[in-house]
């Protein structure tokens, strides 16, 4: 029963077989590869119209269009993008309804049971990307139509001939989806433990990259899809280390791990890729990514042993970007996020600073790099920004821009001096909030 309970509760395979895919570049050939299948799927109604021998009548000629209609339409789906998970599920489904209906409308029934051997390419790719639950489903369907077939072979010829039928549907049926999530199972467990850092059992840059990669695809063709990764770094991690041993160093690095569990988003990726090095990559707008990275800044700095993480955020939108060229566009943003992830860090640390779009293309990746410098840079320390700048004043406009500071009586704890406004324009009245404002 244990056994049964671990296959049962199995969790969903599609994420990770999906980025590895993409990882192999082998998604492009497995889209055209189910769409061929699918369209195949499309003639077989068509043909049994058209065939003399075939079933008759409107409708019979219905169904086949239904049927026929529906496969065309998923074969597109799989000649356009790669589908989501919940596409995924969606089609399986739709798969499985098309199978049964051409099988039953079959007007010899020795033909019914033979189409039914579909049911063993549908339930193996149900069985290599998703649950154990979904499987059981497409399973169902696929016994009950068999055994309505093979009563039908009994009633038409003998029970002897469709029980010896319905035994080898059987065997190709179930034997192939179960020996697909057996592979699926090993070949998980290689890369779950290739793709994860075994201290904090989250996944390390090789899992980002194919995760990320994964996140995006699936995201593409929404509309005014940002992109943003943020970097988080500790502070000073080496005096841990050095003052309270390495053993206390390892418990602050599982702790920051459990805290970007916590305040994970839905769309989002969690990583370890350094030694005290941590990385998110989320979609959606930017705000939600600073929300996000005050957050665990803010519980970071609460941890035990004094410890506080600089942490340095870019994001930009990628509504139309080709599928070689997610990998890249993300590399633009870790690099980005990781130089402003240091501009806090030497501005003291304990902060969080958003870098903006600087002008022009990277041309590596033919999209815009971020940069932190003259572009907007936002250095938050506590609950509101420190400074903000669209870009660098100078000349005429520094003389006629004005600085708007805070009246909150708590001073900053912060040392953050942007570097995109002219000195004269930082006042030294301690403030929690100075915002730079062009004079309309």
Not at 107 to 127: E, R
Request: charged share 15%.
């Amino acid at each position: 029963m244990q056994l049964i309970s671990q296959w049962w509760h199995q969790p969903d395979h599609y994420r990770w077989l999906s980025s590895y895919l993409a990882a192999h570049n082998l998604q492009r050939f497995t889209r055209y590869m189910m769409a061929v299948i699918v369209t195949a799927l499309a003639t077989v109604p068509v043909l049994m119209w058209a065939s003399a021998s075939g079933p008759v009548g409107p409708i019979f000629l219905a169904t086949a269009v239904i049927v026929a209609g529906t496969c065309l339409t998923m074969a597109l789906m799989w000649l356009t993008r790669w589908p989501t998970r919940g596409q995924s599920t969606a089609f399986s489904i739709l798969a499985g309804v098309c199978i049964a209906v051409t099988c039953l409308t079959q007007s010899y029934p020795g033909a019914g049971i033979q189409t039914c051997a579909a049911f063993a390419a549908l339930a193996g790719y149900v069985a290599f990307f998703h649950s154990s639950r979904l499987l059981t489903l497409i399973l169902a369907m696929a016994a009950l139509t068999a055994v309505v077939c093979t009563v039908r072979v009994g009633v038409y010829v003998d029970g002897a001939l469709a029980s010896s039928k319905l035994i080898v549907l059987a065997i190709s049926v179930f034997a192939v989806p179960f020996s697909a999530q057996v592979l699926v199972h090993i070949l998980g467990m290689d890369a779950l433990r290739s793709d994860t850092d075994p201290l904090t059992e989250l996944p390390n840059r090789r899992g980002f990259h194919r995760s990320v990669r994964a996140l995006v695809t699936s995201s593409l063709g929404a509309a005014q899809q940002r992109l943003a990764v943020v970097m988080v770094d500790l502070d000073d991690f080496k005096r841990i280390n050095d003052t309270s041993g390495h053993a206390q160093g390892d418990r602050i690095l599982v702790a920051v791990g459990d805290i970007l569990r916590r305040n994970r988003h839905t769309d989002s990726v969690i990583a370890r890729i350094g030694g005290e090095e941590f990385v998110v990559a989320v979609v959606g707008p930017e705000q939600h990514a600073v929300e996000l990275a005050e957050r665990l800044r803010a519980e970071i700095s609460v941890l035990p042993g004094d410890i506080t993480a600089s942490i340095g955020i870019a994001s930009a939108p990628f509504s139309a970007i080709p599928d070689a060229k997610v990998l890249a566009f993300a590399d633009t943003l870790v690099e980005a996020a990781d130089r402003a992830m240091y501009k806090a860090k030497q501005s003291g640390g304990d902060q969080v600073y958003v870098v903006g779009r600087a002008e022009g293309a990277d041309v590596a990746t033919g999209y815009a790099r971020e940069s932190p410098t003259a572009s907007r840079t936002t250095a938050i320390n506590g609950n509101a920004p420190w400074t903000t700048a669209d870009r660098a004043l100078a000349g005429a406009e520094a003389s006629s821009t004005m600085a708007a500071a805070s009246m909150e009586p708590t001073p900053a704890n912060t040392r953050a001096a942007p570097t995109a406004i002219p000195p004269e324009l930082i006042q030294a009245t301690p403030t929690p909030v100075t915002i730079a404002k062009k004079r309309l």
